[in-house]
Nanobody
Framework: QVQLVESGGGLVQPGGSLRLSCAAS????????MGWYRQAPGKQRELVSH???????YYSDSVKGRFTISRDNVRNTVYLQMNSLKPEDTAVYYC??????????WGQGTQVTVSS
């Protein structure tokens, strides 16, 4: 069983920065694809970024150039550095672990609010 615990969310002004963390239990982390998703009120959950076990990254167009995903396979933790935040980045951010394409686990989510 895998547990994912996100942290680092909060309230930030437009143009500010936050770093989200997602700590995973168990032994699957280093072999898994780790992703960050977000869901704004009234909208569907969307993929923000992911990183493979080899370190290949993907970013959605809406965050490319502003967000950076990274992983630490010793600490079993994936990070999302978010810079130049905009009000439209406001959402609950979720961490997802995917292993072999058919096993998946989700964290409980962390709220990010970008507002002046």
């Amino acid at each position: 069983q895998v547990q994912l615990v996100e942290s680092g969310g909060g309230l930030v002004q437009p143009g500010g920065s936050l770093r989200l963390s997602c700590a995973a239990s168990g032994s699957l982390f280093r072999l898994a694809v780790m992703g960050w998703y977000r869901q704004a009120p009234g909208k569907q959950r969307e993929l923000v970024s992911h990183i493979t076990s080899e370190g290949t990254t993907y970013y959605s167009d809406s965050v490319k150039g502003r967000f950076t995903i990274s992983r630490d396979n010793v600490r079993n933790t994936v990070y999302l550095q978010m810079n130049s935040l905009k009000p439209e980045d406001t959402a609950v951010y979720y961490c997802r672990l995917t292993y072999t394409g058919h096993l998946e686990y989700w964290g409980q989510g962390t709220q990010v609010t970008v507002s002046s």
